[in-house]
């Protein structure tokens, strides 16, 4: 059973940059796929980037390319996520999320508490 715990979130003006941490603890975390994940307030979940196990593979939902980048250590067993040019539009509480093997399942097992971002404009 892992247990992530994410954190970087605050209040940001736009056009500024943020990082976010996802730390995992009790599990193989260089065995999982890691995800970051965002809901804002009335809308839906929506992914907004994965990576691979090694973390040599990326990729991120439309709206924020060029903007965002996903990384990972996994001898710290933490991924993170660098925000930069932050938009009004990004304010979400963001989630990450592990996903073990078999990944043909196309799900995610793990989910931390979420952080707050807010953008200002």
């Known amino acids: 059973q892992a247990r992530l715990v994410e954190s970087g979130g605050g209040l940001v003006q736009a056009g500024g940059s943020l990082r976010l941490s996802c730390t995992a603890s009790g599990g193989t975390f260089s065995l999982y796929r890691m995800g970051w994940f965002r809901q804002a307030p009335g809308k839906e979940r929506e992914f907004v980037a994965g990576?691979?196990?090694?973390?040599?593979?990326?990729r991120y939902t439309d709206s924020v390319k060029g903007r965002f980048t996903m990384s990972r250590d996994n001898a710290e067993n933490t991924v993170f996520l660098q925000m930069n040019d932050l938009k009004p539009e990004d304010t979400a509480v963001y989630y990450c999320?592990?996903?073990?093997?078999?990944?043909?399942?196309?799900?995610?097992?793990?989910w931390g508490q979420g952080t707050q971002v807010t953008v200002s404009s």
């Open positions: 999320a592990a996903q073990l093997p078999p990944f043909y399942r196309a799900q995610y097992d793990y």
């Open positions: 990576s691979s196990t090694s973390g040599l593979s990326t």
